[in-house]
C-alpha cells in the first residue's frame, strides 16, 4: 500500500468514526451501559482465563530491556527472627514493548502533529499526556469479547512474521466459529505469535510479525468495534504501509479512537473456546489507575 492510498484510508476512517470534536473516550463510547449488562449473559460456566502473557524479566531478542522485578524485603532476606515480617518488592517495565502485554491509550499515537480527534501534540510532555491518557479507562473495559482465530481458519499452527490477516480473514473466521462481532465488543484476533515463541523461541519481533493489514479496519469501524487486541502487536512488520512504520497503530488509535492491547496470549482461551464451540464471552480489562500515562500492563480475563 503506498503512503497516499494509505493517507485516503485515514481521513475516510477519521471522518466516518467522528465523534465531535470534545470527544474523549474514542470507539468505547459504542459500549454502552446496555451492551455490558447484555454482555454479562455470555458467561455459561463462570471459568475465567487470563489472556496476559508473564511479564518477561530476562533480555531477549524481542525485549532488550524487560521489566525489571526485584525483592526489598525482607531486609538481607532475614525472617528468621519472632514477630511480624513482610515481603517486598519493586517493579518497573517498558510498557510499549515487544514482549509484555499491555494496553495502548489514545495518548499513545502522535500522527502529523496531533493525538486523536485533533488534540494537540504538545499536551504530552515529560510529566505525563495532558489528554487521552489512560485515565479515560479508569473504571476498565466490559463488554462482550469475541476472539477470531486466523491460524485455526488456515490450518497453520500460526501465521508467519510478515503475513497478514485481511478484511476477508476475519470474516470467513466468523462464518467458520460461528460468531459474529458488532457494535460495542471487544475484538481479539490470534496471528498465533504467542505459539510461535514458545515453540521456535524468541525473536526479532520489532522487524519481522504478523498482523492486521491496514484495510481491515474498515470492517472494524463498520461493526463498531470498542476496543482490538492481539497476540502479536496488531500491526504486521515490515509495515504494509511505506513511509508508515504503525499503520494499524495509527488507524486504530489516531483516526478511530480505538484502544489497542498489544501481545496477549490466547493459548488457554481458544482451545476452550473450541471445545464449547462458542467463541464469546464476557470480557474485563483493569488496566493500571496511572494517570498520564500511555498505556499499562494489561492482564484482560475472559469469562467463559
Not at 123 to 143: C, Q, Y
Request: charged share 20%; glycine share 10%; hydrophobic share 45%.
Amino acid at each position: 500500500m503506498t503512503e497516499e492510498v494509505f493517507r485516503a484510508l485515514y481521513a475516510q476512517l477519521r471522518g466516518d468514526t467522528s465523534r465531535g470534536p470534545a470527544d474523549r473516550r474514542g470507539a468505547l463510547g459504542h459500549l454502552t451501559p446496555e451492551r455490558v449488562a447484555a454482555a454479562a449473559a455470555e458467561i455459561r460456566t463462570g471459568l475465567t482465563v487470563s489472556l496476559a502473557a508473564p511479564i518477561e524479566t530476562q533480555p531477549g531478542p524481542d525485549d532488550p530491556h524487560p521489566a525489571s522485578h526485584r525483592m526489598i524485603g525482607p531486609v538481607d532476606g532475614g525472617t528468621a527472627d519472632d514477630g511480624l515480617h513482610f515481603a517486598l518488592d519493586r517493579f518497573a517495565m517498558n510498557v510499549h514493548g515487544d514482549a509484555d502485554s499491555h494496553l495502548d491509550a489514545l495518548c499513545h499515537v502522535i500522527f502529523d502533529g496531533e493525538l486523536y480527534n485533533g488534540v494537540p501534540a504538545d499536551s504530552v510532555t515529560p510529566e505525563g499526556a495532558g489528554a487521552l491518557s489512560l485515565d479515560t479507562v479508569r473504571n476498565g473495559i466490559v463488554g462482550r469479547g469475541v476472539l477470531l482465530d486466523i491460524p485455526r481458519l488456515r490450518e497453520v499452527p500460526w501465521l508467519e512474521p510478515g503475513d497478514h490477516a485481511t478484511a476477508g480473514d476475519l470474516v470467513a473466521a466468523e462464518a467458520a466459529q460461528g460468531v459474529r462481532a458488532g457494535p460495542g465488543d471487544i475484538l481479539f484476533v490470534r496471528v498465533g505469535h504467542r505459539r510461535r515463541r514458545r515453540e521456535l523461541g524468541a525473536w526479532k519481533a520489532a522487524e519481522a510479525r504478523a498482523g492486521l493489514h491496514p484495510t481491515a479496519m474498515r470492517l472494524l469501524a463498520e461493526r463498531r468495534i470498542a476496543a482490538l487486541g492481539s497476540d502479536g502487536n496488531n500491526d504486521t512488520a515490515p509495515s504494509a504501509v511505506a513511509g508508515v512504520a504503525f499503520p494499524v497503530h495509527v488507524l486504530a488509535i489516531h483516526a478511530m479512537g480505538l484502544h489497542l492491547m498489544d501481545y496477549l496470549q490466547f493459548e488457554e482461551l481458544a482451545p476452550l473456546c473450541a471445545q464449547a464451540g462458542r467463541w464469546s464471552f464476557l470480557c474485563v480489562v483493569a488496566p493500571l489507575r496511572l494517570p498520564g500515562a500511555t498505556g499499562s500492563p494489561v492482564n484482560p480475563i475472559a469469562v467463559l
